[in-house]
């Protein structure tokens, strides 16, 4: 069979799965929507109680919320209004945007489900949110509602502003191109959280960025070809920063080494390394830490707020479990974890759940399904979803809080 024939029948019926998923997964416009919140989680939210939101309501200094089924029912942006309103909605304040990368060279280590859980949650509590897709899967922008191939084009993507021209002595290039990471940004169905989408073409920065250093490097000019995506989000004298418009940036990095990710590990105040405890994806972590020693070693060093380890797909072993059960070997390893990597690591876990991957059947993430739609659609116990958003919101509560250090510890802002 010819190779080229077969790859294109297969690429065919793949998106045309793609587009049966999508029909079953999302609504008829392909849009995905964000869960209501009741007024008790709405007051939480707000940081005030019900019978203070419900007078402001009468008193018509803040709008009626919907109802659904006769219960009062709010979205996020309604939540943010009525933050904005008591002025309980957070911020950095006159500090700087902190950018987090999420990084690991080894797939399957919910490495994307990690950056977009965090982004997700920092909206939900009303700061101003960027995710960066990084990686060329575009996992991360399908979590945020679009489909890679069919609603992201090449030029909406890292590729379009990593190949700008940047020598006077080099030709612009004949392709598309941006001179900022501005035009790149799309608001998305989760209010406060925006998205720079990725999809295939991003394979295209490591050949192209590669040429221009070679070029560079013929014509006699330097090239911080690391720093590409700082200047991008910090701004330069030629070049308008993002960072001002956002508290929280948070990158999603490809799983291996490359281009992005030494641009990713120049542009974050902090990195977070997820690692399931398996001796497999162990081992490939400590070879992202020598790989990633091997950069700061070679090229300039720089200094982090914090780096540190997130035990994901955790397995709490039981005292009644067998020496040898795999829950028990998972507890056994991710104490390990702890013990050796002792403070680099986060205090709390991400537990290993079938809620994310049964919310991920209909292209949704824990955060965007209530209870009872999690009970209605996925005929699954209610329980399950609480326990992850549990262990999640505790996860990123630790990371926010981490945050809000770095932000404390900020004299001026940059």
Wanted: aromatic share 10%.
């Amino acid at each position: 069979m010819k190779g080229s024939e077969t790859f294109a029948d297969l690429a065919l019926k793949g998106n045309q799965l793609i587009s049966k998923v999508r029909e079953r997964g999302w609504s008829p416009s392909f849009e995905k929507n964000l869960r209501t919140f009741g007024a008790s989680e709405a007051a939480r939210m707000v940081g005030k109680n019900r019978e203070t939101i419900r007078k402001h309501e009468v008193a018509e200094s803040l709008p009626q919320p919907q109802k659904i089924n006769g219960q009062k029912a709010y979205s996020l942006a309604d939540i943010n209004h009525i933050r904005d309103f008591f002025g309980t909605r957070p911020s950095k304040g006159n500090k700087r945007a902190i950018v987090k990368a999420v990084d690991n060279s080894k797939g399957g280590v919910t490495k994307t489900k990690t950056a977009v859980h965090a982004a997700q949650y920092d909206a939900l509590q009303g700061y101003k949110v960027l995710l960066i897709d990084g990686d060329h899967q575009g996992s991360a922008t399908i979590d945020m509602g679009f489909a890679p191939r069919e609603d992201i084009k090449p030029e909406d993507t890292l590729l379009s502003f990593f190949r700008k021209p940047r020598f006077n002595l080099l030709e612009p290039t004949s392709h598309y191109y941006t001179s900022s990471l501005k035009p790149l940004i799309k608001k998305t169905y989760f209010p406060g959280l925006d998205l720079i989408p990725a999809n295939i073409s991003l394979y295209n920065i490591f050949h192209e960025v590669t040429a221009l250093i070679i070029k560079a490097a013929l014509a006699g000019e330097p090239f911080d070809f690391n720093n590409i995506l700082h200047e991008g989000i910090f701004g330069s004298n030629t070049v308008d920063g993002i960072a001002d418009d956002y508290d929280i940036i948070i990158i999603d990095c490809p799983p291996y080494i490359d281009i992005i990710t030494f641009n990713a590990l120049y542009a974050a105040d902090a990195i977070i390394v997820p690692v399931p405890p398996i001796m497999t994806d162990v081992s490939s972590t400590i070879e992202f830490f020598e790989m990633a020693h091997d950069i700061f070693s070679e090229y300039p060093d720089r200094d982090f707020a914090f780096i540190k380890l997130l035990i994901t797909k955790h397995k709490p072993g039981r005292k009644n479990q067998a020496e040898n059960s795999e829950a028990n070997h998972n507890a056994q390893i991710a104490r390990l974890i702890k013990h050796f990597f002792e403070d680099k690591v986060l205090i709390n876990t991400m537990i290993a759940s079938e809620a994310v991957e049964k919310t991920s059947t209909q292209l949704k993430t824990i955060y965007d399904m209530s209870p009872q739609e999690f009970s209605r659609l996925l005929n699954a116990d209610r329980k399950t979803l609480k326990r992850a958003v549990d262990s999640a919101n505790k996860v990123n509560n630790e990371l926010l809080a981490l945050t809000k250090d770095f932000w404390d510890n900020l004299s001026v802002t940059n």
